[in-house]
């Protein structure tokens, strides 16, 4: 793997294809023993983690639906203030098991905000699934429940990852030089 120019900034190979693959596999495996009768429903947070959500829910083999919301609170390197309901939820979710996919969660600040008003909508249980965890970065509080891989407090790029809008469309995730 080679590094990568993405606008301004340089990255360096970080996470292969193939490792990260291996700890999607790790988690549908998880999923389909945890959720065995529940047909649970995977809520995936645009944009970020629309690969993330594509690779594991092809290994969901139990009964399962997937929806999508987009939540944003992020420009450039840094999380702007506010979070936005740019795409709101369409699926009923009361009773209903939820498992929120998120691409990465940096300082919590988006699920914190977010979580209250699902809840409201009574689901049954809510769980946060996530890809990777930047544990140093948290600010708000956010219980993670099944995390792929734990990454230091540096910015990533790729497999749905963006700088800017851009980056995204890569296999591999890479790592601010
Ligand atoms: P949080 O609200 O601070 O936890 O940030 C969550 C959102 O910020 C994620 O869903 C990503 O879209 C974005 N984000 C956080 N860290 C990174 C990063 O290192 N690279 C790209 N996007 C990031
Ligand atoms: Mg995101």
Do not use: W
């Amino acid at each position: 793997m080679n590094s990568i120019k993405v606008l301004d900034k340089e990255f360096v190979p970080y996470l292969s294809e193939k490792e990260i693959q291996e700890k999607i596999t790790v988690l549908a495996m998880q999923l389909n023993k945890d959720y065995a009768g529940k047909r649970p429903i995977f809520l995936s947070i645009l944009n970020g983690s629309f690969l993330f959500t594509a690779d594991l829910f092809k290994q969901i083999t139990i009964e399962a639906e997937v929806c999508f919301i987009k939540l944003a609170s992020y420009k450039g390197m840094s999380s702007s203030g506010n979070v936005i309901t740019a795409i709101g939820l369409e699926a009923n979710v009361s009773g209903r098991d939820i498992i929120i996919l998120e691409d990465i969660i940096d300082t919590g600040k988006t699920l914190h905000h977010y979580l209250p008003q699902l809840l409201s909508s009574g689901p049954a249980s809510v769980k946060i699934a996530v890809l990777l965890n930047k544990k140093e970065a948290l600010q708000f509080p956010v219980q993670v429940d099944y995390t792929c891989f734990d990454i230091p407090n540096k910015f990533v790029v790729g497999y749905g990852l963006d700088y800017d809008g851009l980056g995204r469309n890569s296999k591999d995730i890479y790592q601010l030089k």
